[in-house]
């Protein structure tokens, strides 16, 4: 069982910023995918981008390509989701999990996730 730890949400205006974390503690990130998710009030979770262990990006959303990138702290088994010019309808419930893809139905072993709201 591999739960990993979401933080770093918060309330941001629109095209303001946030940097979410992704942590383990008893898995490396370093050798695995690591998928942000998220899920937004009345809608089920989707998937937003991949980070992959070579460094390359998928998007899934196309709405976030060019504002949202993903960063590796393998020093410190985190992976960064940063997130810029930050609109309302970016507002969700934001997860990390070790897979990635548009959706993840399969996948049991969500953390609670952090809360980005945007708005003014």
């Known amino acids: 069982q591999v739960q990993l730890v979401e933080s770093g949400g918060g309330l941001a205006q629109p095209g303001g910023s946030l940097r979410l974390s992704c942590a383990a503690s008893?898995?490396?990130?370093?050798?695995?995918?690591v998928g942000w998710f998220r899920q937004a009030p009345g809608k089920g979770r989707e998937g937003v981008l991949c980070?992959?262990?070579?460094?390359?990006?998928?998007y899934y959303l196309g709405s976030v390509k060019g504002r949202f990138t993903i960063s590796r702290d393998n020093a410190k088994n985190t992976v960064y989701l940063v997130m810029n010019s930050l609109k309302a309808e970016d507002t969700a419930v934001y997860y990390c999990?070790?897979?990635?893809?548009?959706?993840?139905?399969?996948?049991?072993?969500w953390g609670q996730g952090t809360q980005v709201t945007v708005s003014s």
């Open positions: 008893t898995f490396r990130l370093d050798s695995s995918v």
């Open positions: 980070s992959h262990i070579s460094g390359d990006t998928t």
């Open positions: 999990a070790p897979l990635c893809g548009k959706v993840a139905d399969e996948y049991t072993y």
